[in-house]
């Protein structure tokens, strides 16, 4: 299996899903699902909150961010899916994150959370065949396709998770 087609995906997203090896997304999805899900179990409680610089996320509001992410690409695969005709919206990830309270999240909800809204997001894929993994439909302005977003979603995670170990973690 291989990338999905990068022509049918805005450019911004090209860097994300060369993230990820080629592989069957169902596969990648799960794979991630365990790996990260022991990822965070192994964040250390006093690096939770730690900023690598003045301005940028805690590793909690990255945690958020991911999860906020995720919620809002699934929904757009769901609906272009669907048959949505309407175009999607964008989103601003600075004014989710900014909303978002994740300094007063406990950690173990933040886990528990991403373990449920990545079953949800591999249970909806899951659940497309063929056909509706290759709709396309129109999300922040420009075309996108079902796969690509399952591809956008796992990269997505696959960017943030090495700014963690690289940036925050060491």
Same mark, same amino acid.
Request: with cysteine; net charge negative.
């Given at each position: 299996m291989t990338h999905p087609d990068l022509t049918r995906i805005p450019e911004w997203y090209h860097g =994300? /899903?060369?993230?990820?090896?080629?592989?069957?997304? +169902?596969?990648v999805l799960k794979k991630q699902h365990i790996s990260f899900a022991g990822?965070? +179990?192994? /964040? *250390? *409680?006093e690096k939770r909150d730690y900023r690598y610089a003045e301005g940028k996320w805690s590793i909690r509001e990255v945690i958020q961010h991911i999860l906020? $992410?995720? !919620?809002?690409?699934a =929904? !757009? $695969?769901?609906?272009?899916? !669907?048959?949505?005709?309407?175009?999607?919206?964008s989103f601003d990830e600075n004014d989710? $994150?900014?909303q978002s309270d994740a300094s007063d999240r406990s950690w173990e909800s933040l886990e528990e959370e991403f373990k449920?809204? !990545?079953? #949800? &997001?591999?249970?909806?894929?899951n659940s497309f065949n063929e056909e +509706?993994?290759?709709? &396309?439909?129109?999300? #922040?302005? @420009? *075309?996108?396709?079902v796969r690509g977003i399952g591809f956008i979603?796992?990269?997505?995670?696959?960017?943030? @998770? &090495?700014?963690? +170990?690289?940036? =925050?973690?060491?």
């Amino acid at each position: 299996m291989t990338h999905p087609d990068l022509t049918r995906i805005p450019e911004w997203y090209h860097g =994300y /899903i060369r993230q990820v090896e080629p592989a069957d997304l +169902k596969e990648v999805l799960k794979k991630q699902h365990i790996s990260f899900a022991g990822f965070l +179990k192994n /964040i *250390p *409680p006093e690096k939770r909150d730690y900023r690598y610089a003045e301005g940028k996320w805690s590793i909690r509001e990255v945690i958020q961010h991911i999860l906020d $992410a995720e !919620r809002v690409f699934a =929904y !757009r $695969a769901l609906c272009i899916a !669907r048959g949505e005709k309407q175009p999607l919206p964008s989103f601003d990830e600075n004014d989710y $994150a900014a909303q978002s309270d994740a300094s007063d999240r406990s950690w173990e909800s933040l886990e528990e959370e991403f373990k449920a809204v !990545r079953l #949800s &997001t591999e249970i909806l894929f899951n659940s497309f065949n063929e056909e +509706k993994l290759e709709k &396309t439909g129109i999300a #922040s302005g @420009w *075309p996108v396709y079902v796969r690509g977003i399952g591809f956008i979603i796992a990269g997505h995670l696959q960017h943030h @998770w &090495t700014i963690l +170990k690289e940036k =925050y973690l060491g």
